[in-house]
């Protein structure tokens, strides 16, 4: 049975934080155009994106010669459930050519439920939604993203904030991890660049 519990200011601002990456084109689209596409899909679907990051390469891994992925993370605002919010999630994946098959091959598109409000979710049931993210915290193209949109963004649970987790990545990874353009864009809510 899951289990979950709120936790400090995330969940204060009923704050919700996504992250996108991508490395494979699809139908002609680059990874970029195809993170923009899909958070415009995201606007779409019962959800509000409120703030974008700018785009960030890290190198593919585990195999570094595989297409370098262009990476972001997005604040969303919706009335979806997490797990309904989660689903919504794959089905995008799956309208740009997302297929499941061997962990952490190229994909045409990546979208990951890292915060959800706040909340703290175990569970020991196969393929039940972990909140947050078990994997955000040790990944640079995940934290180096968020802190554009949320440096104020702690770890549900742990109340370990960003600039403790970055500094804790190792330092190969953070600096392989750089950003590379402007702002993601959900050209619907014509947003912004947050303030630095």
Known sequence: ???????????????????????RAYRRATPVENLNSALAALD????????TSRAWRSP??????????????????????AENL????????????????????????DLDLIDYRGVVRTSERDNALILPHPRAVQRAFVLLPLKDIAPDWREPGTGRDLDTLIARLPRTDREACQPVGDLLCAAA????????
């Open 189 to 196: 809510n014509g947003l912004k660049r947050p303030p630095e």
């Open 1 to 23: 049975m899951p289990s979950f519990r709120l936790q400090g200011s995330n969940d204060a601002h009923g704050r919700i934080f996504i992250a996108l990456g991508a490395n």
């Open 44 to 51: 779409a679907a019962e959800v509000t994106v409120t703030a």
């Open 60 to 81: 593919a891994w585990p195999d570094p010669s595989d297409p370098p992925f262009i990476n972001g993370c997005a604040a969303l605002r919706t009335r979806l459930g």
């Open 86 to 109: 989660m689903d919504r999630l794959h089905e995008i994946e799956k309208a740009f050519g997302r297929t499941r098959s061997v962990r952490n091959a190229p994909r045409s598109m």
